[in-house]
């Protein structure tokens, strides 16, 4: 039973990425998957959170526009796409299960 992210890295301001959260070992298309993030001396931040079905998403406003959630429930996948990524965009990025089960993460840096 797990959630594993990759896709993290170093990128400069204005570029993109795009996170992967794979699901393995529970009934995945049950439950909301959320995206949280943590910068270094700040608590963690809940900002992307997608419904069972994919029918619903929700943003906190410090992404809205730029970070695109999204599922596919046959692969047991969920993806973030993050467009016009800005320096205060650099976190550890995690994916979060509505049953309780969190992923260990991944780095996202945004340095010129």
């Known amino acids: 039973v797990q959630l594993v992210e990759s896709g993290g890295g170093l990128v400069q301001p204005g570029g993109s990425l795009r996170l992967s959260c794979a699901a393995s070992?529970?009934?995945?298309?049950?439950?909301?998957i959320r995206w949280y993030r943590q910068a270094p001396g700040k608590e963690r931040e809940l900002f992307a959170l997608i419904n069972n079905a994919a029918s619903r998403t929700h943003y906190a406003d410090s992404v809205k526009g730029r970070f695109t959630i999204s599922r596919d429930n046959f692969k047991n996948m969920v993806y973030l796409q993050m467009n016009r990524l800005k320096p205060e965009d650099t976190a550890f990025y995690y994916c979060?299960?509505?049953?309780?089960?969190w992923g260990r993460g991944t780095q996202v840096t945004v340095n010129a």
């Open positions: 070992g529970f009934t995945f298309s049950s439950y909301a």
């Open positions: 979060h299960s509505v049953s309780g089960l």
